[in-house]
C-alpha cells in the first residue's frame, strides 16, 4: 500500500502556513477535495483511461511546471480560506477553522503537479495525500472529515457509506461568485432523509401530503449531508447576519404551505440556522440560484443539477437511496424522477 500524506509531496516544500499551524484537528472543519474536483483534470483523466498509469505518470511529470486549470470545487475551496481569514480578524486564536485536505488517488510521483497548481493559485492546503489505494474514503474518518466532494461515484458511495458527508461534482463551466461564502442546500434526501420522496414514490402527491399531516411533529431523519450543515451552522453562528462571511440557504422543491412547517420544525429541534429558506413548490431552483451564485448547491436530483450546471451554478450531486438494502447510491437516470 503505497499512502503519502504530508503538508507536501515528496521533495515539495512543506511549510505550513499560519492558519494550518493554529487550525486544531479536533476544532477544525476538514473537508477533502480530490484532486478532479479542485482542478481540471479532464483531460489527463482519459489519457489515464486510454492510454493507462505510466503514461498518466509520465505526462504529469513531463508537465509539472504546467499549473491546472481551475475545477468545480475551486471557487468553494477559495470562498472557506476567506471565511477562515474573517475568523481569524474576529478572534487571532481561532482554531475552529476550514481545513482543506486533497485526496488523491495520483501516486507520489505524478502528485507533485497538484502540489504545486495548488501553490500557484494560493491554496492553503494543509495535507496532500496521496494514496493509491482502490478505496481512499477509508482514510475519511482517520482525518476527521467532515465533508468529501469527489469526481467519482464510488468514491462519494463509499464516504456516504461510512457516514461521511459527500457529494459527486461534475467538470463544468463556473461563474465567479463573491467572496461570502454561500451554500444552497436541497432538503429531502440531502438535509433530510428521504421518508417522504419514498411515500411520494408509493402513494403520489396525495399520499405524500397525508404522510407529512400526519408527521408534522415528528422531526424528519437525518439526511447525507446534516452533519457537515450543522458544522457549517455552528460557524456561521460566531459571526453576526450583516457581517457574516458565510450566509447557507434551504432551497427546497416543497410547497411552503403544505410541507414547509415539518421542515422548519426539523431545523429548528437540530438547532440548525439558515440564513434563508425557499419552498419552492415544485417550480425551477435555477432562477433562485442564479439569484443568489452559490459557491456549491448540493442536491440529490440530477434534473435540479443539470439546470444549476446550465447556468453556471457549481453544484455537487448527493446519491442518496436509503431505501436501498446498504447505503448504496442510484443510476443516474434513476434520480431524474420527481423528488423533494
Ligand atoms: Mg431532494
Known sequence: MENSCGAGAPGAASTPGLRQQLSDPNEALVIAVTTRAIFNLEEEHQ???TKG????VKYQQVNEDKPLEQGTAFAFIQAVQFVNEKLLERNPEEK???DVIILSNNSPESGMR???SAKHHGLEISRFCFVSDEDSTQYLKSHNVKLFLSADRTDVCNALQRGVSAALIFQQEVQTPSTQLRVVFDGDAVLFSDETDRVF???GLS??????????????????LKAFAMHLGKM?????QENSPIRTYLLTARSGRNMGIRALKTLREWGLAIDEAFFMD???KGPLLSQIQPHIFFDDGLHNIQGAQDIGIPSALVPYAQRLPRFECQEPGALSSHRF
Open 47 to 49: 489519457l489515464f483511461l
Open 96 to 98: 475552529g477553522l476550514f
Open 201 to 203: 414514490r408509493e402513494k
Open 282 to 284: 415544485g417550480a425551477p
Open 236 to 240: 456561521r453562528k460566531k459571526f453576526s
Open 53 to 56: 498509469k505510466e503514461e498518466y
Open 114 to 116: 497538484i502540489v504545486k
Open 207 to 224: 399520499g405524500a401530503l397525508e404522510y407529512e399531516r400526519a408527521m408534522e411533529a415528528v422531526p424528519m431523519g437525518e439526511g447525507p
